[in-house]
């Protein structure tokens, strides 16, 4: 594959380049982060008028805000006047929004409202916030950094809404959230998300929750694995299907034809299990249609927005990996743990029962990626070749190769 | 305005490079703070023969000490042997500066006076110091890091000699001193020094000091405020002006007319108040020529040396702040509190009165330029429009884009 | 002197940039540390089969593993597969280096022994983990990380071969070791181990232990100071030589002609001192050859291997100096205490004697070399013209300018 200048040798892992070398970084940000939809955070997080909260995305900071209106809007976390952060903290309510140095203030909609002692020539209305584009479906909030007109927010999500519909997104909240900080490449952290052959060694409480073919063949995505598995697999997910169509739900699977990294699936939990927990129980009231239809039906949810923001939902519960780009070298993990709406803390739910498997997997993954790491620096290190447990590694190069040699 | 390439709006803030780039940092220091007179301290920190005590700016660090002829003099803290540090702490008293490494030996003046065992053709006479240029002015003391000759001392420090003279700076000594550490471009501390208008939101107790309009139109130095307001504010100087002549005391002011950061002025404190403090009472002695004249005259006293440093002074004390760049995005902020040298400290003054406005207000003043700095960083930052009240800034600005393109 | 570029006044220690210029420093690795034979420890760390160690240069991490034969080799510590490192401890005991991100598994020799769901086309013969060219002298353990045939060995280590046997290194065992972190440059580290001209100011346990006239003469290496303290001295070294002859032992001295920084010498210890300790006494039991021959002939030796590596040897025990580059402006200077393999700890040695004199003098010589390195930073910093005592250095960076030059 030779792509504008970036080659790769098929079916071996990248260059040390892109690893380490902060011109790529920054290319990463401008070709990729900065013209993606970035999911931001649920919309939980701001229910009241006033509400934000500040996002963090390499030296860019943003301001998510609910107006009066209820409408979700965001802006660059950069005062009009000198530049300064106007949002210190990192959430909070406020019906205005002032600047802590001049106190320039603008309302929830960016407008400047008021800026003392300026010039006769001076018109507020000049002077808003600079704008996000902003996007809100079923509680997900997404971001675009574009300076140009985004992408199509519709034909981006389309795919990706009926998932978000059965697990009843738009009616969940937050239970908890956990920020992991990592010393490596955004991209080495993305890649240990896309594959599970690293499960077997590293993560006995994920090995002990899910069954080993389904792992081998679908641990990092729908058919990553090798062939012989996914075929030995067919049988459960074909019965499952089967089961759960006939309850009335979606048991559908989506690809990105265009080699995007957008993606769903639905596959069977092992065997007893109603949801992705220690022992199989539910750790939470259902969600979204489970809810209202007919109960669980034992399904595990696989869906990526891009390579920055996955989902992993079982019927009861959802949990969002979102991988933001700090620094060359630096990248935060942060997952959520979202719930239904009216769950109720320790009546409901546990939240150490609810997030005691992706907790301590994600402990350790930050381990072995900054291991990682460590060794892609070296001069030693050289593109080695995938397994057969990797193809959603290789989809993920191969998408990112594309991107940014464009 | 086009200046060499360097071209900036009018009436608005620089561009985010200035503030971010290492190689402007450089050129900074080497256009800039390598050639300009530098406050480093007042001499009472060096009272006696062998005293001395190190100035860091860049990755320069600098000794300044008392001769035994009391002499004031300084050299590059780089020895000339194998270019070790020479003094390794802050402060102290040497009657030889000798060299921790190999011992090699200076005295007080700079003169290598013992190195062992060295070639025959060796002159001692060639291998003294490296001296920096000296000027000490009223026990203010003045470093030049040029290399060539430096700029003629007298005529930089004469238009400011009799602001000196007046406040006896040359028999004052140092109360208290403090650094502020600051994560930013040292432009972004000295433009927040030049202006007010950040001071109703961010400094209520200087607000508490200081009359409303007098802070609008001279709180960033005399004149930098609205038309109106320095208007509305005219009676109340001319009545002070009247006054202080009367008792004979200086009441001019001065301006740089080339175009420098030079400026002195004279304005009343608010009614009432003999000090800048909480109450407006003294807060020490009566310095310099109040001392031995007709007692206080509520005046506060402006002198901006250059960038740099300033002093804001009443009749009882003043305060030094000094800007030092340290990196791109680091400088020290350092406060001196000046004194009578006669002054008895808890009998005469006590600290915690004396430094109550400038400490508190430089605690708020770090936070808020390390919020400008975050902001800046943002590829959202872009230049904004100028107050009325930032005057200050606009000379500043308009002076280092100058001093850069040159 | 004028090499390729690289120019240098006779005389004068180097320019700046060779101290600070992270372009030279990466040179520095490519040229000489990454082409240069390398100590790495002595082969009593890793006694049984299994016992491993992880070394560590710039961003290189290497595996030294004894395998089950006993040999001894070394491995980049980078999986093969994506490039994780594989031994994330310091040291430890393994059958199988097995990589704790996918489990790929090597044996002591570096062979992929297993690696999961791998393609059919996969040979895992090809995947060795990189070899480092490893030889062992008298429990000496060398690696060399050059990509093509490594300078020859033989050759590199034959004429310190009589030393080293001498002091029977190889009947030896570490008996202490620590780690001297050191914020500078390493070439400031190694001038200082190369001259002794410090040693008087900076050093007074040394030069309690040693006699006034050697450490002029000898302190830096063997004739390395003024030719009157040589000649002044040689009359002790000739009787000394006459007394160690008798006894049957070596007595000579060695210099590489090449240019190279092999060295080894032989000279007497203070009259009365049979080891290089506080008192003179020995601090553990005779050595090498002086165990089995005719007792302590009261002698020191010195073996430097190359620039980053030297010896330091009474009768009784050795002192190893390693000094690794981390970066630019960092260093690891390590030192190892070796004695004979069957002293025992606290009836037989010490540790605190033992390592008296090496550890206060290598925490004096890291605050030296620190203050050093800040005052090579200033933009005073230029040449200085070396003693009569510091030709030891003269040698070193003649060594490393012509090493650059190519």
């Known amino acids: 594959m030779k792509k504008n200048g970036h080659s790769k040798q098929n079916g071996f892992s990248m260059e040390q380049k892109f690893y380490v070398d902060p011109n790529i970084f920054q290319a990463d940000l401008e070709k990729i982060a900065y013209v993606d939809w970035l999911f931001v955070d649920h919309d939980s997080r701001i229910p009241n008028p006033g509400d934000y ?8 900071s943003i301001i998510v805000t609910r ?6 809007r965001a802006f660059f ?24 140095y001049h106190a320039w203030s603008y309302d929830l909609e960016g407008n400047l409202k008021s800026a003392r002692s300026m010039p006769e020539t001076f018109d507020k209305k000049e002077w808003s916030l600079i704008k996000c584009h902003v996007q809100v479906y079923a509680g997900m909030i997404f971001i675009n950094l574009s300076k140009q007109d985004p992408r199509d927010f519709n034909s981006f999500i389309a795919p990706l809404k009926p998932y978000m519909d059965l697990h009843g997104l738009g009616d969940a909240r937050i239970a908890f959230r956990k920020k992991f900080l990592t010393n490596a490449n955004w991209k ?7 594959e599970c052959y690293h499960c077997t060694p590293s993560h006995p409480e994920y090995c002990k929750v899910h069954d080993k073919t389904f792992i081998s063949a679908h641990g990092g995505g729908l058919n990553t694995g090798p062939d012989e598995d996914i075929k030995k697999y067919e049988k459960t997910i ?21 080699g995007g990294m957008r993606s769903a ?17 539910m750790t939470a009231p259902l969600m979204g249609q489970f809810k209202q239809g007919q109960g669980n039906d034992c399904g595990y949810t696989n869906v990526s927005f891009n390579a920055f923001t996955s989902l992993l939902m079982s019927n009861d519960h959802a949990v969002v990996f979102n991988f933001i780009p700090n620094d060359t070298l630096n990248t935060t993990m942060e997952l959520l743990w979202l719930i239904d709406k009216d769950a109720k803390e320790d009546i409901d739910y546990k939240v150490k029962d609810l997030t ?28 080695g ?22």
Chains 1, 2, 3 share one sequence.
């Open 53 to 60: 909260f500040v996002f963090n995305i390499g030296k860019e």
């Open 356 to 383: 005691w498997l992706w907790d301590i997997t994600t402990v350790a993954d930050k381990k072995i990626i900054e291991n990682n790491q460590k060794g892609v620096l070296s001069r030693a290190y050289m593109p």
């Open 67 to 72: 107006g009066k209106d209820s409408i979700i």
């Open 265 to 281: 699936s639905r596959t069977p939990l092992p065997n007893g299990f109603l949801s992705e927990t220690v022992n199989g129980k």
């Open 385 to 406: 070749p995938y397994s057969n447990q990797e193809k959603g590694v290789v989809q993920l190069v191969d998408w990112y190769l594309n991107q940014i040699s464009t």
């Open 77 to 100: 976390n950069v005062c009009r006047h000198r530049g300064s952060h106007i949002c210190t903290e990192s959430e909070g309510n406020k019906q205005v929004l002032v600047c802590p």
């Open 238 to 258: 074909k019965e499952w299907k089967n089961k759960t169509e006939n309850l009335g739900y979606l048991n559908d699977s989506y690809t990105d034809e265009t």
């Open 188 to 194: 080495l952290c993305v890649e240990n998300f896309y």
